[in-house]
C-alpha cells in the first residue's frame, strides 16, 4: 500500500494560473468520405519516423472566410420532416473559399490505436438513424452570437449539424444531405447531441460542452501543478497520440509531436475529447464523480468522502494474509472476483525483473497466483492504468483496477463523462489510502548513501510513523519520514484524495492493529462484493469502533490533503468544515 502518514512538511507548489479559454475556432463544412485502419496502441513513445499512427482520414472542403458568415435564411421543413436535402442554413459567403483540403478526423466506431478496433480500410460506414437526447442548455441570442469564435489561432474544425445553432434536435443520418455518413460520436469524445436554436450541445457527461481536448488539458493540469499522473488520459486515447514519461521524477503524460506537438493534438481539433473525460482533476472533477457515483456531491464535513460503511477487515486465509499487507485484503477482494467470475483481469503493481531493483511497475494479474505473486506495498509510483492494453489484448472485457486515489477515480471520471470503452471495461475500483509516494531516486539517495541499505538486500516495506525496511539478512531498520520529505514525488504535492474517495472500495493499514486493514466501502457494486465475501467466510470484518483512533487519523490526514489543493483551482476538493467557534 502506499504512503499513509503525512499530515506536516509537504509542501504546495507555487499557484498556477488555470488557463482561460474561448469557445471553439471557425466553423467549417465537410463532404465526408472516411475510412480507418487499424493501429496498436503503444504506451512508450517512439521516434515519429519508426511510429505506426491511426490514418483515419476526412477528405472535404474547408470554408475560410475574412470574417463570420451570416446566416440570412433558414430552410428547416426537409430537415424537421426527416427529409433528406441540402442543409438547412443559407449562408451569405463573407469571403473566399479555399481549395479542397485533407485533414485527420477521428470518427470511427472503433478509433485507431486501441486493441479492439477493427480494420475497415477504404470501406464506407454504415450509419444507423438516432434520435439524438435533448440538448441541456439554451444560449439567448441571434445565431452569429452563438457561433463559435477564433481560439488563440488554433483552427477548430466542425463536421455540419454537430454544434451548429438552428438545427434542432434530428436524427444524425438527416443533418448530412442526400448521403449517410458513419459517426460514432461516443468514440469521437461526446454523444450524438446537436444544437438546438440558440442553444450549445452537451456532449456525453458534465465536461463543459466547447469540446476541451489535449490543449486545456495539458495547460489546465499537465503543467499547472494538479498532474499526478494517474496515465487515465493514455489509456482513454484511441489515436495513440499520447504517452507517458517515467523517468528522472517526472512521471506524467506527454504528447507526441509528429500530431500537434506537446501542447496541442491534431485529433483534438476534429472534436475528440477523450482525454480530459478521463482526467481525474479536469475542472469540476469531483463533484462531477460523485453526482455519478453516489448521487450528491460529498459535504465539506465528509472529507473522507462518502462511505456507506466503514469496518476493519483482513482475509481470512493466513496464506493469503502474509503474502499481503496490512492483512491481505486486497488480495481476498482480487482473489474472490477471479473466483466468482466478476472480472477477468487486474491492474496492479508489481516489481521490475528479479525485485532487486525495487522500481515499481503496472502489471496485469489474471489468476489467483497472480495476485499473490504482486502483493504487497511499494512506495514509489506505478500508473497500474498502463497495464489496460495488455489485458485487453488478453481477452479481458471485465477489469479490476487497484491503485491509490489519483487512479481509483479514473474509473468514476471516464464513467461520469462517457469516455468510452475504456469506461464501460473497468469493473472494479479499488483504492488504497495515500498521503503521498517517493521517486525512484530515494533508494540510492537515502536508504544506500546515508542508512547503507542497498536496495537489492530489502525483502519488505512498510510506513507506520516511520519507514520499516526488513532486510535479506533478517535485520529490521526505521527511517524517520522527515528525512524522505525532499523525494517526495511531485504530482502528490497538490493531491486533495487520502482516503480513495471514489473506489468502490478504499484500503489502508492505519490504525491501533497492524493486521488489520481500515475499509470504507462506498459504492453499492462494492458493498454487494463485500458483503458476499463475508457472508461466505473469506473475510473476517471487526466493527470500527473497536479502533476509535483509525477513523481520527483517517480523518486528519485527509483534511492534510485537502490543504494541499491550490486556491488558484476549482474550489470543491479543497473544501473542509468550518471552524468550530471558540467558546
Known amino acids: 500500500m502506499p504512503l499513509l502518514h503525512e499530515v ?37 513513445p517512439r521516434p515519429p519516423q519508426e511510429r505506426v499512427r491511426a490514418e483515419a482520414f476526412l477528405v472535404g472542403r474547408q470554408l475560410e472566410r475574412a470574417e463570420p458568415a451570416r446566416v440570412v435564411e433558414e430552410q428547416g421543413a426537409a430537415v424537421g420532416e426527416g427529409h433528406p436535402g441540402a442543409h438547412p442554413l443559407v449562408v451569405e459567403h463573407a469571403g473566399p473559399v479555399a481549395e479542397p483540403v485533407q485533414c485527420l478526423a477521428p470518427v470511427h466506431h472503433e478509433p485507431s490505436g486501441h486493441p479492439e478496433a477493427h480494420p475497415e480500410s477504404g470501406s464506407v460506414l454504415d ?24 481560439r488563440r489561432g488554433r483552427a477548430a474544425t466542425a463536421v455540419a449539424g454537430v454544434d451548429h445553432p438552428r438545427l434542432g434536435d434530428r436524427p444524425v443520418e438527416c443533418l448530412f444531405g442526400d448521403g449517410t455518413v458513419a459517426l460514432d460520436f461516443e468514440d469521437l469524445g461526446h454523444e450524438a447531441t446537436v ?10 457527461g458534465p465536461v463543459p460542452p466547447e469540446k476541451p481536448q489535449w490543449a486545456e488539458l495539458f495547460t489546465e493540469v499537465v503543467t499547472s501543478g494538479l498532474c499526478t ?18 523517468a528522472d521524477g517526472v512521471y506524467r503524460p506527454f504528447h507526441v509531436d509528429a500530431d500537434g506537438g506537446p501542447d496541442n493534438c491534431t485529433h483534438g481539433l476534429k472534436g475528440c475529447t477523450l482525454c480530459t473525460r478521463a482526467c481525474p482533476r479536469f475542472r469540476n472533477w469531483e463533484p462531477d464523480i460523485e453526482s455519478y457515483l453516489f448521487g450528491r456531491p460529498r459535504n465539506d464535513d465528509e472529507v473522507a468522502g462518502i462511505a456507506r460503511r466503514t469496518v476493519l477487515a483482513r482475509a481470512a486465509d493466513p496464506a493469503v494474509q502474509g503474502a499481503g499487507q496490512d492483512g491481505g485484503l486486497v488480495s481476498a477482494l482480487l482473489i474472490w472476483a477471479f473466483e466468482h467470475d466478476v472480472i477477468d483481469a487486474a491492474l496492479v503493481s508489481g516489481l521490475e525483473g528479479d525485485g532487486s531493483t525495487w522500481k515499481a511497475v503496472p502489471r496485469v494479474a489474471r489468476s489467483k497466483e497472480d495476485v499473490l505473486a504482486t502483493a504487497g506495498s511499494r512506495y514509489t509510483y506505478s500508473a497500474n492504468p498502463l497495464a489496460y492494453p495488455e489485458a485487453i489484448a488478453g481477452g479481458a472485457e471485465r477489469v479490476a483496477l487497484v491503485g491509490m486515489g489519483c487512479q481509483a477515480s479514473a474509473p468514476g471520471v471516464m464513467q461520469a463523462r462517457k ?39 530489502i525483502v519488505k516495506m512498510n510506513i507506520k510513523g516511520v519507514f520499516q525496511v526488513w532486510m535479506r539478512d533478517g535485520t529490521y531498520h526505521e527511517i524517520p519520514l522527515k528525512e524522505a520529505h525532499a ?14 474517495e471514489h473506489a468502490d472500495i478504499s484500503t489502508g493499514g492505519i490504525g491501533a492493529f497492524g493486521d488489520w486493514t481500515l475499509t470504507l466501502i462506498r459504492t453499492e457494486k462494492g458493498e454487494e462484493l463485500f458483503d458476499a465475501m463475508e457472508q461466505a467466510g473469506v473475510i473476517e470484518t471487526r466493527p470500527i469502533e473497536d479502533d476509535p483512533g483509525a477513523v481520527a487519523l483517517l480523518n486528519k490526514l485527509s483534511r492534510a490533503s485537502r490543504k494541499r489543493w491550490p486556491a488558484t483551482a476549482v474550489p470543491m476538493p479543497g473544501r473542509l468544515p468550518a471552524p468550530t467557534p471558540a467558546p
Open 419 to 457: 469516455a468510452g470503452k475504456v469506461a464501460r471495461r473497468l469493473a472494479l475500483s479499488i483504492g488504497l489510502l495515500c498521503s503521498k509516494t517517493f521517486d525512484d531516486a530515494i533508494f540510492p539517495e537515502l536508504f544506500e548513501e546515508r542508512y547503507g541499505l542497498a536496495r537489492a538486500d
Open 195 to 204: 444544437s438546438d436554436a440558440g442553444q450549445r450541445a452537451e456532449y456525453g
Open 127 to 150: 450509419v444507423e438513424q438516432q434520435q439524438l437526447p435533448a440538448p441541456a442548455r439554451r444560449l439567448e441570442g441571434a445565431a452569429d452570437e452563438c457561433s463559435p469564435q477564433p
Open 229 to 246: 499522473g494517474c496515465s487515465a488520459c493514455v489509456i482513454a486515447c484511441p489515436y495513440d497520440v499520447l504517452g507517458y514519461n517515467d
Open 487 to 500: 523525494w517526495t514525488r511531485e504530482g502528490c504535492t497538490s493531491c486533495p484524495d487520502f482516503a480513495a
Open 8 to 44: 506536516t512538511g509537504v509542501g504546495a507548489p507555487p499557484p498556477c494560473e488555470l488557463a482561460e479559454r474561448g469557445p471553439h475556432g471557425a466553423s467549417e463544412v465537410f463532404e465526408l468520405l472516411l475510412a480507418q485502419r487499424r493501429a496498436p496502441l503503444r504506451v512508450e
